[in-house]
């Protein structure tokens, strides 16, 4: 079997297809033969050490989370899904390794592909859809007739906070690159502004705040709310926890693992109302390649980088 891995925390210089004997699955656990995974920031930050805290100094470290799959094998007490079962889900951060042929995961981080959907569209759900819809519903509160504001709107992350919040009753409004506004439009946000907003205009109109990038100022954003309403951002930073931690409106979310959470997101992609857009899909033995091109150079278009061993 082959994974992509690296043996010291470093830039994309430190990846390596090798060589990997699987571990049988454990308690709870199922081997995915994986058919599509899905590259995240999240991935680059680990692999750099930024959450070494968190991962340790055990190598190789496997790289990757998001993936969509058949199960293989399943280990003890696993009761949910079976042998020959199509799966989408993630890994947890600690063991990663979704870049691979086979990968390991815990039956509670996986739910059933619908049969509609593909292997590569469901590889680009997990951590982006799963963190819109945290971001809207656990943080935000969104309720259906509300106004939700998404600051960078066509990111995965907004942009599935675009439709996640569509589908829930909710309007939208968004921003984005100058460029990008018809964009922005066609996937059913207005009105659509530069990322440079300018909250005279839509001044108290909003009863939601989502900054998916991390850089839209809070004064912008207080600005942008109803009496009452809420801003949430997405970036963890040390910054965000003291402000999420004083009374007023923002909050900072951490995305977690919550199984029903990715059946919805799932259940709104199986039926049509929730697609991430691809850029490029390459097979395993090009992800090295590509993976250093998505760092450096970000594909020069919007949309995931799917692996496909």
Do not use: W
């Not at 090798?18 to 590259?39: N, S, T, W």
């Not at 049969?115 to 590889?123: K, M, P, T």
């Not at 009753?169 to 946000?189: F, I, K, N, P, Y």
């Not at 150079?297 to 061993?309: F, H």
Request: aromatic share 4%; hydrophobic share 45%; glycine share 12%.
């Amino acid at each position: 079997m082959k994974r992509i891995q690296y043996h010291e925390y470093g830039g994309p210089e430190v990846m390596r297809l090798e060589d990997f004997q699987p571990a049988a699955p454990g308690a709870g656990e199922i081997l995915v033969r994986v058919r599509a995974a899905g590259a995240n920031p999240m991935d680059i930050g680990i692999r750099a050490g930024r959450l070494k805290y968190v991962t340790g100094r055990r190598f190789p470290r496997a790289l990757g989370y998001d993936f969509a799959g058949v199960v293989e094998a399943a280990g003890p007490g696993v009761t949910r899904v079976r042998a020959g079962d199509e799966v989408v889900g993630g890994t947890s951060i600690t063991a990663s390794g979704a870049f691979a042929d086979v990968v390991i995961a815990e039956e509670r981080n996986v739910v059933p592909k619908p049969s509609g959907l593909s292997f590569e569209d469901a590889a680009t759900l997990p951590i982006a859809a799963v963190t819109a819809l945290q971001a809207l519903v656990t943080k935000g509160g969104l309720r259906a007739g509300q106004r939700v504001f998404v600051h960078s709107c066509l990111g995965s992350v907004g942009q599935a906070a675009v439709q996640i919040a569509l589908a829930r009753g909710a309007t939208v409004a968004g921003s984005c690159r100058d460029t990008a506004q018809t964009e922005a439009r066609e996937l059913g946000a207005g009105p659509v502004t530069g990322f440079d907003v300018d909250p005279a205009a839509l001044r108290e109109r909003f009863d939601l705040v989502l900054d998916a990038a991390g850089t839209l100022p809070l004064r912008t954003a207080r600005a942008l709310l109803t009496p009452g309403g809420r801003i949430v951002g997405i970036h963890p930073r040390p910054a965000a926890f003291v402000r999420s931690a004083l009374p007023g409106p923002f909050r900072v979310l951490v995305t977690r693992s919550v199984t029903s959470d990715l059946e919805e997101v799932v259940r709104l992609a199986g039926r049509g109302e929730l697609r991430l857009p691809i850029a490029r899909a390459v097979p395993l033995a090009q992800g090295i390649a590509a993976l250093t091109d998505l760092e450096q150079n970000r594909l020069g278009k919007r949309g995931k980088l799917i692996l496909l061993p």
